[in-house]
């Protein structure tokens, strides 16, 4: 089976408008977005507290393209069911979040939903090598988990060998965190295709002016064609 590994941005909207999800959404996916990322914290797996099930399925109705849902929560499997009848598309689950990883990707799918893995800067590519078949993307942390606006680490060295890895299998490598027309290149190349980037979308730009968040857009998708 083939996958599309064309380069996909995926806007955060933990960077966007809190008062005004809906009409963000709709601005940036206007301007290009190819997915919608969506952060889920809840304080204790990451220092910080974000979003649960009634604000995925409230901004659903505003995303005509992908809902990608990074739960970055511990204990995951307790939410599962509830995030995917929220309407997530992708549900991503932390390698570290708890003991049984495969069990919480079956039940990702069982859900319903496209199963994501994520990996931590200080996790190697190793710990998904038993995952692979179970997983349609793999999501590589960029930044420690929990904040949004920080600098990148660079992680090309497992990009490689994830894509190494997955060979022919139809699943996506995620980066997210730090991600800029300055560091996007780096792991464009390395071999990722869904590219998380939050503030440096949103940057410039809002509801009554979303041209800056196009524009931010195709910043990044120049300076990936260029590298490439």
């Given amino acids: 089976m083939s996958l599309d590994r064309s380069l996909k941005i995926a806007p955060s909207i933990l960077s966007a408008d809190f008062a005004d999800f809906g009409r963000e959404i709709e601005a940036v996916e206007a301007q290009g977005a190819d997915w919608i ?16 099930p009634p604000l995925v399925a409230a901004i659903r109705k505003h995303i005509k393209t992908v809902m990608d849902v990074h739960l970055m929560i511990a ?4 939410y599962i069911d509830a ?11 932390h390698v570290e979040s708890g003991p049984h990883i495969h069990r919480t ?9 496209k199963a994501g893995v994520a990996l931590n ?8 090598a038993e995952l692979l078949d179970l997983v349609d993307l793999v999501c590589v942390m960029t930044v420690n988990p929990g904040f949004g606006g ?3 680490i660079d992680m090309t060295g497992k990009v490689r060998a994830l894509r190494s890895m997955i060979g022919d299998r139809p699943v996506h ?8 027309p300055a560091t996007a290149p780096l792991v464009r190349a390395a071999g990722a295709d869904v590219l998380v980037a939050g503030s440096a979308v949103f940057k410039g730009g809002s509801v009554a002016d979303p041209v800056p968040y196009g524009a931010n857009m195709r910043a990044i998708r120049t300076a990936c ?4």
Avoid at 83 to 93: E, I, N, R, S, V
Avoid at 121 to 128: D, I, K, N, S
């Fill in 83 to 93: 995030f995917a009848q929220a309407g997530a598309d992708y549900l991503t689950a």
């Fill in 105 to 113: 990707l079956q039940a990702i799918r069982a859900a319903g939903c």
């Fill in 37 to 52: 990322h969506v952060d889920v914290m809840d304080g204790h797996f990451v220092p910080n507290l974000t979003f649960g």
């Fill in 173 to 180: 490598i995620e980066i997210d965190g730090g991600v800029t």
């Fill in 225 to 228: 064609d260029t590298a490439v």
């Fill in 150 to 152: 920080q600098s990148f």
């Fill in 75 to 78: 204990p995951v499997d307790p």
């Fill in 121 to 128: 800067p200080g996790t190697p590519a190793e710990a998904v």
